[in-house]
Structure formats: structure tokens, C-alpha cells
């Protein structure tokens, strides 16, 4: 790594830690990422992931009791770092926090308030990175939009037609994740069943089934037998019956 390079790093982290976040932080950053050598280049992006998440994390803390649009300036700031260095399930978080502050935020102040388009390009770009989840719950978010700004417009048909169809996706996605995921954990354990039971597992096997299947007639012996009493008690029942009524 070059001394130059070293130096702007060191100033980008000063410069972070020192919460000048602003636009000629992010010049620092992007200086930094012009480095032509790839493969150290690659060393030093793991670098400023780790430092930034750990840095957005203090930074967040610190914000917390904040005005609603400071806080705004400061997560976009992030997310655009997030951006540059290719961190994109840091990018996406903070991106949803954002519109979820601004959606609370718009009930007092209109200027927030967070569009259709938007709930749906972050449920794209959420679909694309494989968050199905949350692409999910932002197409919910979107339809909402259309519950609570009802227009009379022929082209809010195919819209929504088009959110929906997304949601689809991503549960579709989700599920199949799911079962993929349930899938992979079951063979892996009856692989491992396999090589710790060894030249056992027929033996084993066979005597399973073979209680099973004794097990199974006994139930079905105690079944006919349980319902041969009731019937034999329902007669007695009816006789007695038919009695007290003579």
C-alpha cells in the first residue's frame, strides 16, 4: 500500500471519528477507492467496512435524541459511504430505518412524507440483494400509500398490480429459502446419523419397523376391543332404558 494511500485513509477515519460528515469526507473515501491495485484494494475495503459499521453504530447512539431531519442528513451520509465501499446489507438497513423515521415523522410535517416509488424501488433493490423479507414488508408499505391517497387515476391500477405481483416474489422467495434452508439442515443431520451409526444403521432400521409394526397391531387390537365394550354396554344401556319406560 502506497504512503499516500495510507494517509487518505487515515484522514477518512479522523475525519469519521471526528463526525465531519460531509461532502469532503466523502471525496476522501472515493480518492481512496480509485486505488488501482485491485487485490490490495480489496484488503482495504474490508477494512473500512468493519471501521464504518462499527463507527455507524456509535454514531447512531449519538443521534438518537436529535431533530428528525439532522438524523436524516447523518443516515443518508452513511448510506452513501455504505455505497462506495459495497456494504450493501448496511446500506439497505439504514436505508429502512430512514423511510420508517420519515413515514413517523410525516404525521407532523408532510415534507416526509415517504411515496409509493419509494417503498417500491427499495423493495427492488431489497428483492435484487436477496433480503426477500424486508422487499416484502416494503411492498406493504407501498400499498398503503395507495390505501391512504386514494386517486382516481387509471395508471394506479397497473401499479399496484405491479407492487403486488413483487410481494409474490418475495414471499415466494422467502418460503422457498425457507424449505431450501429446512432441506439442507435435514440431510446434512442424517448425514452425520449416517457416519456415526455406521454398518449398524440396517440392523437398527430393521428393528424400528419391526416395533412399529407390532406396536401397531396392538392398538388396533385395543381399538376392536375398546369398541366391542361400547357396544356391548350401549345394548345393556338401551335395555335399560326400554325398561323404565314399560
Not at 471526528?18 to 484488503?43: F, H, M, N, P
Request: hydrophobic letters at 40%; proline letters at 1%; charged letters at 25%.
Amino acid at each position: 500500500m502506497s504512503t499516500a494511500v495510507s494517509q487518505q485513509i487515515s484522514l477518512f477515519r479522523f475525519q469519521v471519528e471526528s463526525r465531519r460528515l460531509d461532502e469532503g469526507t466523502l471525496r476522501i473515501l472515493q480518492s481512496v477507492l480509485a486505488w488501482d491495485d485491485c487485490k490490495s484494494l480489496y484488503g482495504v475495503v474490508c477494512i473500512l467496512k468493519q471501521f464504518m459499521r462499527h463507527e455507524s453504530l456509535r454514531i447512531i447512539e449519538e443521534i438518537a435524541g436529535k431533530a428528525a431531519e439532522h438524523k436524516l442528513l447523518i443516515v443518508d451520509f452513511l448510506v452513501r459511504v455504505f455505497t462506495l465501499i459495497g456494504d450493501t446489507e448496511s446500506c439497505l438497513a439504514l436505508r429502512y430505518e430512514a423511510l420508517l423515521l420519515r413515514e413517523q415523522k410525516a404525521i407532523s410535517d408532510q415534507r416526509l412524507l415517504v411515496s409509493y416509488s419509494e417503498w417500491l424501488t427499495f423493495a427492488e433493490h431489497s428483492l435484487e440483494s436477496g433480503f426477500c423479507s424486508i422487499a416484502k414488508k416494503a411492498c406493504e408499505k407501498a400499498l398503503l400509500c395507495f390505501d391512504m391517497n386514494i386517486v382516481d387515476d387509471p395508471e394506479n391500477y397497473f401499479v399496484i398490480e405491479k407492487i403486488k405481483k413483487l410481494k409474490d416474489i418475495a414471499v415466494i422467495s422467502t418460503s422457498s429459502k425457507s424449505v431450501q434452508a429446512q432441506a439442507a439442515t435435514y440431510f446434512k443431520n442424517k448425514n452425520i446419523q449416517q457416519n456415526s451409526q455406521g454398518s449398524y444403521i440396517p440392523v437398527e432400521v430393521k428393528s424400528s419397523g419391526s416395533t412399529l409394526f407390532r406396536d401397531g397391531i396392538k392398538r388396533r387390537h385395543r381399538r376392536q376391543l375398546d369398541e366391542h365394550r361400547h357396544l356391548k354396554l350401549d345394548g345393556i344401556t338401551d335395555g335399560d332404558a326400554q325398561n323404565i319406560l314399560e
